[in-house]
């Protein structure tokens, strides 16, 4: 850049970011530029850019490939570091990974919300002594990352690449968007895969959105372009506080949809129903914002509000593999739970499961670690908690979905609930076996049918309320006041869980 080009020519210079042809190349592809994306995300224009100029000197590395910015989302302050692909495809030099750290730094200080907006293919390795290994290196995002974990909300929106090291800066986020189509993230891409380990592998398959959504879980939102992942990251936000020491606001309250929720839930524990159904007869209408929708689906985790409150929701979905929980879906839940309890918001447990998957394939998985870490989550959350038996809660998966020994604020059960360690029929034949196979073949379906009665009797709801198992009985169709209620009587809660440095969590 030569040193008579005035202000305004070095600035408009900068702004464009690189060669028209790159941006030709992502027009095509349906990638917005860097700039445009910011513009979608900030309330206004009034946003403020650091480090505008760095490198800009150098011939091709306008702002050195990332903008790093403050200013206003849903009306609050947040720090921004946005990648240019534009410029040598969004990599990372030494001055890229000097301003994240120092827009990190920022949010630090003021406690602010801090956004990626992800586009990049990594580190460039010609630069990689000035800014891998030393001190102030890349290694040093992350570091401010863990520093910021569950201080303020971080959110991730990814565009494209995100490649290599570059990768953890997703994994350290609270929540990842990610775009169909482009957005990918690897520790080594399909070129260095075949090269070091012989496997030929598509890029979709290695590390594409889809993927990450629905088999890794390393995805949160898959969203359908670009502008559809910002106004993901924006809602989710909403429900977002500024950082872990304020409060979710809390918005104008809007009637659930109109559902008859007790003709909803099947009186027959085996009939699979659609949990999402029951889920958007207690919120506020359209206020669900499910977070791994794609991901273990046989439970469904997701920020909502009732009555104008942020709450989270964990709910077991009986349509998806009968409702049981897997080492997945336990590691969904765990995650979930951490986040809403690192930000004061309360959670609703929505119970309807037969208990843990069993078989030698989950316990290779290390199912039992992995339930393990569900309930240690579940169980040190300080915030509000309400358990709602819808139907039936079967062996530890009443531990792990909130049961009455893990200190609820309340216990509530629907008529229709069952708590028991078994259900009906495996526990009369796990009892009776011997009994049934010695019964004329005549005489065991009356016999098997006076033994499930028997059992039912003695885990009748009401039994179990009159024992102070449950705190209350409700109809499903005054559930949702009945939640209301609670949850602003509750919102005062302040508890510590228990005195200690740390816990050693279940891996």
């Known amino acids: 850049m030569k040193l008579d080009k005035t202000w305004k020519e070095r600035v408009e210079q900068i702004e464009k970011g690189g060669s028209e042809k790159y941006h030709e190349a992502n027009a095509s592809k349906g990638k917005l530029f860097v700039r445009d994306r910011l513009a979608r995300l900030f309330d206004d224009s009034s946003w403020k850019e650091d480090g505008k100029f760095a490198n800009a000197e150098t011939e091709g590395l306008p702002a050195d490939g990332v903008i790093t910015a403050i200013g206003k989302v849903d009306g609050r302050t947040v720090c921004v570091m946005a990648n240019d692909s534009t410029v040598k495809a969004g990599s990372w030099g030494a001055k890229t990974v000097e301003k994240i750290i120092r827009i990190q730094e920022t949010a630090l200080k003021l406690k602010a919300p801090m956004f990626y907006l992800v586009d990049s293919a990594g580190a460039r390795i010609t630069d990689q002594i000035e800014m891998f290994p030393n001190r102030r290196g890349a290694g040093r995002i992350f570091h401010n990352q863990v520093k910021l974990s569950g201080m303020v909300p971080q959110i991730c929106v990814l565009f494209g690449p995100s490649a290599a090291g570059g990768a953890y800066i997703p994994s350290f986020c609270d929540i990842v968007i990610m775009v169909e189509g482009n957005a990918s993230m690897y520790l080594g891409s399909p070129r260095m895969a075949e090269m070091v380990i012989g496997e030929k592998v598509s890029l979709e398959e290695m590390g594409g959105a889809k993927m990450h959504c629905s088999v890794s879980g390393c995805g ?288």
């Open 220 to 507: 949160d939102v898959l969203a359908a372009d670009e502008p559809e992942a910002i106004e993901a990251a924006r809602s989710y936000f909403s429900y977002m506080p500024e950082n872990y020491q304020t409060a979710s606001a809390v918005k104008e309250a809007v009637p659930a949809v109109e559902k008859d929720l007790e003709k909803l839930v099947p009186a027959n524990q085996n009939v699979p129903f659609d949990m999402h159904q029951f889920i958007d007869g207690l919120i506020d209408e359209s206020s669900f914002f499910e977070v791994k929708a794609l991901f273990a689906k046989e439970l469904i985790t997701g920020l909502a509000r009732i009555e104008g409150r942020t709450v989270g929701i964990i709910a077991n979905q009986p349509k998806q593999k009968g409702g049981v929980l897997f080492h997945d879906s336990a590691d969904k839940a765990a995650r979930f739970i951490t986040m809403c309890d690192a930000f004061g918001i309360p959670l609703l447990f929505l119970v309807d499961v037969p208990g843990f998957m069993i078989g030698t394939r989950v316990e290779k998985a290390g199912i039992i670690r992995h339930g393990a870490k569900m309930v240690a989550a579940m169980s040190s959350a300080s915030v509000p908690k309400i358990s709602v038996v819808v139907r039936k809660a079967y062996g530890a998966g009443l531990y792990a979905m909130a049961g009455p020994a893990f200190e609820p604020d309340a216990c509530i059960a629907l008529p229709s609930a069952q708590i028991a360690v078994m259900g009906p029929e495996a526990a009369v034949n796990a009892v009776y076996a011997n009994k049934i196979a010695a019964l004329d073949e005549s005489d065991r379906p009356a016999f098997i049918a006076e033994k499930r009665k028997e059992y039912q009797e003695n885990i009748d709801i009401y039994r179990l309320a009159s024992e102070m198992i449950v705190d209350d009985v409700i109809p499903a169709g005054a559930l949702r006041d009945n939640l209301a209620s609670r949850f602003e009587l509750y919102a005062g809660k302040d508890v510590v869980f228990s005195e200690r440095k740390r816990p050693i969590y279940p891996v």
